[in-house]
């Protein structure tokens, strides 16, 4: 382990001036990103919101730290809007610009555990890593659920809690629906509950607990992890824990400066160009697919001669 500082730098990402539609050319660099818990195939998923979020973001190395896809929903109800393609669309273009794009599965895509170790369109799978920063400083990334009682033990239960938590976010859509005709920012009436009641409080403080002392038993620095949908960077018993939070809640992500910072990014509020492509998308069918693999082209296999074919063509 390093002798830096255990706890990073805590900064809070400005939100963007009017711009075009394309990738912004003043788009902040990071060393790293690290997204998580998107839930693309939910209604909660604020694609749009992330879109946004990428076009005046970029990095060398982006970790997509397991949920992206909520494979849960999806078995229950296909949804899969124009945004939610387009996220993926706008993660493939920024890998075919050089970006290492490295993806950790959580409990909602789990079924792309069943391809650790290979590249999906160039997209590296893995379970965990360890991601050295620019300070020297060592960190596990993990999604989280791995250390989840509920998830690893009673799945029943976590697919209740799952119920539970998708009607508290169908009601979000219509709180937001009236903030925003309001001119307010995207605001969680789940984020808000779940930080009131009493246990969800005690279960994530439990949680931070258990990743901040697995990631001392690997003798690293900290911890970067997803699962809980709680943003948050800290000192917990000498171990940096870092939570990138979500993009159905929280709407935030990690960034990783070139001198080995890190700064936690909210982006709850569109530029102009998201505004303009929000009021696009909602001319559009809903459903721009029929089924995953049109989507994400799951099959690595498939991925590697897609590419191969492309390199001939070149």
Not at 71 to 100: F, I, M, T
Not at 239 to 256: F, M, Q
Not at 270 to 289: I, T, W
Request: charged share 25%; with cysteine; proline share 3%.
């Amino acid at each position: 382990m390093s002798n830096q500082p255990g706890k990073p730098e805590l900064t809070t990402g400005s939100q963007p001036p009017s711009g075009g539609l394309g990738d912004a050319p003043d788009a902040k660099k990071f060393r790293t990103l690290f997204l998580s818990d998107v839930h693309l195939g939910s209604r909660g998923c604020q694609a749009h919101l992330l879109l946004d979020f990428m076009r005046f973001h970029d990095a060398d190395t982006i970790y997509l730290v397991g949920d992206i896809v909520d494979g849960w929903r999806l078995k229950k109800r296909w949804h899969w809007p124009q945004a939610h393609n387009d996220v993926v669309q706008k993660l493939l273009r920024k890998g075919r610009k050089g970006s290492r794009i490295v993806y950790l599965p959580g409990n909602h895509d789990e079924f792309l555990r069943d391809y650790l170790g290979m590249q999906m369109g160039g997209i590296e799978i893995v379970d965990t890593a360890i991601h050295e920063a620019a300070d020297g400083r060592r960190f596990l990334v993990v999604h989280g659920d791995q250390y989840d009682v509920v998830v690893r033990h009673a799945k029943w239960l976590a697919f209740l809690g799952d119920w539970a938590y998708n009607f508290a976010l169908w009601t979000n859509i219509y709180v937001n629906l009236v903030r925003r005709r309001m001119g307010f920012d995207y605001w969680s009436l789940s984020a808000w509950a779940k930080n009131k009641v009493k246990n969800a409080v005690s279960f994530i403080g439990r949680y931070e607990e258990t990743l901040s002392h697995e990631a001392g038993k690997a003798d690293v620095d900290g911890v970067i992890c997803g699962h809980i949908h709680h943003a948050t960077m800290q000192d917990v018993g000498g171990i940096a824990y870092v939570n990138t939070g979500d993009w159905v809640e929280s709407c935030t992500a990690v960034g990783e400066n070139e001198d080995g910072s890190f700064e936690l990014i909210k982006w709850t509020r569109l530029s102009a160009a998201g505004e303009a492509e929000l009021r696009a998308a909602k001319a559009k069918p809903e459903n721009v697919a029929d089924d995953p693999a049109q989507v994400l082209a799951f099959d690595p296999q498939a991925s590697s001669r897609d590419d191969d074919d492309r390199s001939a063509a070149a």
